[in-house]
Every structure is written in C-alpha cells, then in structure tokens.
Nanobody, 119 residues
Framework: VQLQASGGGLVQPGGSLRLSCAAFGTGFSINNMGWYRQDPGKLRELVATITSDGSTNYDDSAKGRFIISRDNPKNAVYLEMNNLKPEDTAVYYC??????????????WGKGTLLTVSS
C-alpha cells in the first residue's frame, strides 16, 4: 500500500488547513486510517484515527479543533484543522491498515507533509 499526503504549508496562528491522503496499490479494504505528527527529535504521536465505519479517536490536543474524516470509495482520509497554534507545527503523516491477513497489525505510512504555524 502506498499513501500520498498533501495539503501542508505555512499558516498563521488561528488559521485553518485541510490535509488529504489517498491510499492506493491494494485490492484489500482499508481498515483504520489516521494522522500522526512528529517534531524533529521527538517521537511520532497520534493526532486522530478513524475506522472504516467512521468511529473516531482524537488526541486531547486535537479535540475541538481538528476533524478527521474519510471517503471509503476513494480510500482517502482527511484532517480538517482549525484554530491552529504554533505548537501544531510538525510533519504530519497519514497511516492505514489493510484487511490483508498477511499484514495484520502492520501500519503503512505516507511520506509526510510539513505544517508550519507561524506569523
């Protein structure tokens, strides 16, 4: 499975941005999809995840500001980010898990897209 993310960029504090990610290269259905972020020198951390039936989970830092959604026919996941803060600056990675039993428990990652929140 390959994941291609887009939508990062430079945003002022308080602004909004939408990240998109499409998964391709598999004939299996995609189970959980999600967004993680990573600052240089730090561990990658969860931002939000969404199951195939639309159940969501958010890190506390994202609750009330970010919305994760997906389009199952397009194998796509989105992250709508509002009221952005400088501490949201990071490289954002999309993730996916597929139903292929050979890859049970494996998380596939995209290459990441950089978000910078700064005035």
């Amino acid at each position: 499975v390959q994941l291609q993310a887009s939508g990062g960029g430079l945003v002022q504090p308080g602004g909004s941005l939408r990240l998109s990610c499409a998964a391709f290269g598999t004939g299996f259905s995609i189970n959980n999809m999600g967004w993680y972020r990573q600052d240089p020198g730090k561990l990658r951390e969860l931002v939000a995840t969404i199951t195939s039936d639309g159940s969501t989970n958010y890190d506390d830092s994202a609750k009330g500001r970010f919305i994760i959604s997906r389009d199952n026919p397009k194998n796509a996941v989105y992250l709508e980010m509002n009221n952005l803060k400088p501490e949201d600056t990071a490289v954002y990675y999309c993730s996916a898990q597929i139903s292929d039993p050979r890859y049970y428990g494996v998380i596939f990652w995209g290459k990441g897209t950089l978000l910078t929140v700064s005035s």
